[in-house]
């Protein structure tokens, strides 16, 4: 299973960036020319050691993005080395100067400064070749295959011309290739869609005989998802990967979970096909217990959210705009043992596709070795005040860590689509429809047949969906009954009934103060990643790189704006510094209305399909102007150095399983990656 989630990489790199899959192979061939010893290349091109240590942090963070684009924020990766140095390198050896041939301008030049449309400051590899192709015509392009059944996600769009007819080559990943499967024109003349299988082939191929392996080591359910994920990588077929993902769901609490396939859109500017994932992971019984706990309850606490109608007999007090069954999702605590992606995640919510969440249920997955990197930072955040400073950093990973909870449980696991599955048939009372609580009239808008979430919605559906998963974490964090049930007590430590052996949980372990605390610590954590949010604003083209920090700079925003004072950051331009205030007596009575008044607005949005009133408010509270683009300067000035992960591999060594581990370095990293052979 590790096997199949590494050979995954060249995927991901193909997706970044034309140069990727070559900057790789150059970072690799420079190891395997000094076989490690990176003094050895010093000698060798008598260089200052400066530039060899720039390469070796260019190296270890290219290979832990999976790209030259950071997973978080998707700014580019550029080297500090210089030019000259890089030139020397390809020296080494003929593999060298050939690949050097072929990065040597991309991997300096900017722009492309991120990830973004296709233009003059940014690029996309989901929209290969030399014809810049515009939004309208991915739209256009996006709605004729909604329109046969041709899902996204494992597709790339390429533009070309046949003479002055525009031509569209959907490249759908798959191992089997076919120059056309399928091919037609568009109204009015537009152009000509032609679908290519065959994208990503010889990895597709590597991973499905990797699966095909584990599948003989596989419980009769995994043996059942591993096929129908063989089935689709060999077809290309998305619609037996869905059926993949309503097989995996039911596999409830495995001893290894596992995740694979084109997952999460968030890289997509259009926001529609997604990055390759492979995460094979094993679960940790005791935390998952814990978990267990809060997932029996989740009923009690969405009554209490802001759409919910608790004094009504409507759906339980739910409301209408909330699943009449919420199915008790699994949710379990693992340790990654491969993980390859751009950005590695500390929780997970799947499957992506609202329809079968609503029908079938999803999954809950926290990462518990991502997690335990937060609780070890210890450096003091420089927008705490010193008098916050060390409350802040006593609560802040626990907080954290059940904010990451509720955000995946109960934000992404809430809310009911207004739908018409057919023609004239809907899944909501048409004649008497619910009323919109943002209009007080019944509703006017809602998902026609075949339109989803992340199709109506576009570039807009992964930052709002975080935003208001977002929102509903924090919403919670104050409620009693939930921070007794998480173990917080009134009084100051864990509460110290019997957990049957949950106890000893690292978690659940650390000295807690009271509620109040722990919901001041909250609000500050909501300001300091709102201006953290700030450092994924590309100011060069005004796009966000990232759908989470866009989340957080939203949220940051509007609480400034809606919350009559009760939040505020002081900004002294002398000093460059930034101080988040929050007025922890006004907490209640203006900060918790204001968010639940935003929580609320971006739900019904999201469940009416209502994408035009939609756009208008997200855009508006998400955008950098003003003081905010002056507290984005002092934000980088204290920006915190990014994540760079080292993770281990495993090997087959006769009858046994090795697991080798390596250094948290720059050369660990390289070194983890080159005994992948990926």
Same mark, same amino acid.
């Given at each position: 299973m590790s096997r199949a989630a590494w050979h995954g990489t060249r995927i991901i790199l193909e997706q970044v960036s034309a140069e990727s899959v070559d900057i790789y192979d150059f970072i690799i061939q420079v190891h395997t020319w000094c076989s490690g010893?990176?003094?050895?290349?010093?000698?060798?091109?008598?260089?200052?050691? /400066?530039?060899?240590?720039? =390469?070796?942090?260019?190296?270890?963070t290219f290979l832990s993005n999976v790209g030259n684009y950071y997973g978080s924020g998707d700014q580019k990766i550029v080297p500090k080395f210089s030019a000259d140095f890089l030139a020397a390198l390809s020296t080494l050896s003929e593999a060298l100067s050939a690949l050097h041939d072929k990065i040597a301008t991309s991997i300096f030049s900017r722009?492309?400064?991120?990830?973004?449309?296709?233009?003059?400051?940014?690029?996309?590899?989901?929209?290969?070749?030399?014809?810049?192709?515009?939004?309208?015509?991915?739209?256009?392009?996006?709605?004729?295959?909604q329109e046969r059944s041709v899902f996204p996600e494992n597709t790339r769009l390429r533009k070309s011309f046949i003479e002055k007819t525009p031509l569209f080559e959907v490249l759908q990943a798959s191992v089997e290739n076919e120059a056309c499967s399928l091919e037609f024109v568009l109204p009015e003349s537009k152009g000509i869609i032609r679908i290519i299988r065959g994208d990503y082939s010889a990895s597709l191929k590597l991973i499905?005989?990797?699966?095909?392996?584990?599948?003989?080591?596989?419980?009769t359910r995994q043996q059942g998802f591993l096929e129908?994920?063989?089935s689709s990588f060999r077809t290309g077929s998305l619609h037996t990967y869905r059926d993949s993902q309503r097989s995996w769901i039911k596999d409830k609490s495995p001893r290894v979970e596992n995740i694979f396939g084109f997952v999460e859109p968030y890289r997509d500017p259009f926001?529609?096909?997604?990055?390759?994932?492979?995460?094979?992971?094993?679960?940790?019984?005791?935390?998952?217990?814990?978990?267990?706990?809060? #997932?029996?309850?989740?009923?009690?606490?969405?009554?209490?959210?802001?759409?919910?109608?608790?004094?009504?007999?409507? /759906?339980g007090g739910k409301g209408?705009?909330?699943?009449?069954?919420?199915?008790?999702?699994? =949710?379990?605590?693992?340790?990654?043992?491969?993980?390859?992606?751009?950005?590695?995640f500390a929780g997970i919510n799947l499957p992506n596709y609202n329809d079968i969440r609503q029908d079938c249920g999803f999954k809950n997955i926290i990462i518990a070795n991502r997690m335990s990197a937060e609780s070890s930072k210890d450096s003091i955040n420089p927008f705490v005040d010193i008098v916050d400073a060390a409350i802040f950093q006593k609560h802040k990973y626990p907080v954290y860590y059940w904010w990451v #909870?509720?955000? !995946?449980?109960?934000?992404?696991?809430?809310?009911?689509?207004?739908?018409? !599955?057919?023609? !004239? !048939?809907? /899944?909501?009372?048409?004649?008497n429809r619910p009323i919109n609580p943002l209009t007080g009239d019944p509703i006017t808008s809602w998902y026609k047949p075949g339109q989803t979430w992340t199709g109506q919605f576009g570039d807009l559906a992964t930052t709002v969906d975080e935003c208001r998963a977002e929102l509903v974490g924090a919403y919670l964090m104050d409620d009693l009954e939930l921070l007794a049930l998480l173990g917080f007590s009134e009084g100051g430590d864990i509460n110290p009934r019997d957990r049957k052996g949950v106890k000893s949980s690292r978690i659940l372990s650390l000295s807690i103060t009271d509620k109040n605390k722990v919901t001041y610590n909250m609000y500050l954590q909501l300001a300091v990643d709102g201006l953290r949010g700030l450092q994924n604003f590309n100011i060069d083209d005004a796009k966000w790189g990232q759908a989470h920090s866009r989340a957080h700079f939203a949220i940051l925003k509007y609480l400034l704006l809606k919350g009559d004072g009760f939040m505020e950051i002081d900004f002294d331009p002398s000093q460059e510094r930034l101080t988040v205030r929050v007025d922890r007596e006004r907490i209640v009575s203006h900060g918790k209305p204001a968010m639940g008044k935003m929580l609320l607005e971006l739900h019904i949005f999201r469940c009416t399909a209502d994408v035009a009133a939609c756009r208008l408010y997200y855009e508006e509270i998400s955008k950098?102007?003003?003081?905010?683009?002056?507290?984005?300067?002092?934000?980088?000035? /204290?920006?915190?150095?990014?994540?760079?992960?080292s993770q281990a591999n495993t090997f087959v060594d006769g009858d046994e399983v090795v697991l080798r581990e390596y250094p948290p370095t720059p050369s660990g990293v390289i070194q983890s990656w080159v005994e992948r052979a990926v």
């Open positions: 010893d990176w003094e050895r290349l010093s000698g060798k091109l008598a260089c200052d050691d /400066n530039e060899v240590q720039y =390469f070796l942090e260019y190296g270890s722009p492309p400064f991120s990830l973004g449309f296709p233009g003059k400051q940014s690029q996309s590899a989901y929209y290969p070749g030399t014809q810049l192709i515009s939004k309208e015509e991915i739209a256009l392009v996006s709605q004729a295959l499905c005989a990797e699966l095909e392996k584990a599948s003989k080591h596989s419980s129908q994920y063989i926001g529609s096909r997604a990055e390759f994932e492979g995460l094979v992971a094993i679960s940790d019984a005791t935390e998952t217990r814990v978990l267990g706990q809060l #997932v029996a309850k989740s009923d009690i606490f969405i009554r209490r959210l802001p759409w919910a109608t608790p004094a009504s007999t409507e /759906n209408p705009f909330e699943k009449a069954l919420f199915e008790p999702p699994d =949710f379990t605590s693992v340790h990654t043992l491969a993980y390859c992606s751009s950005i590695i #909870v509720l955000h !995946e449980l109960l934000g992404h696991g809430t809310g009911k689509m207004m739908v018409e !599955e057919k023609p !004239e !048939e809907y /899944n909501f009372d048409f004649q950098v102007d003003g003081r905010y683009l002056e507290w984005r300067e002092v934000v980088l000035k /204290n920006s915190e150095p990014k994540w760079v992960f």
